[in-house]
């Protein structure tokens, strides 16, 4: 099956008992057992239930993974896979991973002595000169967020099997219709599905896909331990985002490819930000391992002051936090999502205040572009 049929038909996708097209929202906390310990497949909602478990279906087969698993959030996901370390277990992480997953390290897994550095990932020899007799895992994010910048993750795969490390990917950025870790050497696939699988800024939620077996086990076990599973609805309204991705990507991809030329060609914007730019550092790594570039772009005005003032002049992109949902959404990330950042470390980033993010919607590119045009000026 290929991927956009996939996404249509390749989870558990109807009912049995009644042919419902679309799987039924199972509302319940319990099943009844037929007689002791004699179960028809579930017996409490946390452990498992039949809407999460289609849903779990669908990104395991997207990912081309064995099996899937489906959180409350990207972060719930992510904290559930960290504790598949122990203490004094070191990871290496992407520097500029989300700043959820920052905080996760230096302030809550650090107290319990999970160890990290955070490094360029983009550079493979200093990922190979931070390894230490205690590192289990790399924890690598591409692209990232807001520089869009672009690690290798065959290579990681290869430094990961070498020294026999767990390689995780947050592949949040690119989604599985452009990006499938799993067939490129990760261990572990994990997905703020809050943004393009849902994309209707509507859920939060988080999934992750493996191939092993192994692992498989053992993430389950720590899902139904921790406990921070999705519902069913939400893990109902994420199927239906699914049936609908390729769709979005696609539409999301056109619109975006429009946006940067027109970027790339304003006096008002000295720098653009996307892999899909073949001056783009991480271009070619893209091209090999993705075969879309997405749909967030940055850009930098060259002021806070003429960011701010674009900001309040667009009118079709929201000024808004979060991303890949169909509205294309706007934000400066020095004052929003990177604003905990302290400046001199921002600037070493690249994150100035005159650095625009941009989410491209679905629209009607003509409009968007319309409007970047009224409110950037000339
Ligand atoms: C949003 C996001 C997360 C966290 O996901 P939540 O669903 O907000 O908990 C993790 N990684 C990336 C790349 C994200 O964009």
Redesign the pocket.
Known sequence: MRSKTKMVHGGITQDEQTGAVSVPIYQVSTFKQDGVGNLRGYEYARTGNPTRHALETVIANLENGSHGFAFG????A?STIMLLLKAGDHVIITDDV?G??FRLMTKVLKKFKLDHTFIDTTKPETVQNAIQKNTKAIFI?TPT?PLLKITDIKKMAEIAKEHQLLLIV?N??ATPYWQQPLDLGAHIVVH?A??YIGGHSDV???LVAVQSDELADRIHFLQNSVGAVLGPQDSWLLMRGIKTLALRMEQIENNSKEIVDYLINHDNVKSVYYPGIKTHPGHQIAKQQSTGFGGMISFDVGSGELAENILKEIKYFTLAE??GAVESLISIPAKMTHASIPYDRRMELGITDGLIRISVGIEDVRDLMEDLDQAIGN
């Open positions: 959030s990207g972060m719930a992510i989300y959820g997953s994010e967020n947050d949040t950025f703020s809050t943004k939060v939620a988080g979060s991303l």
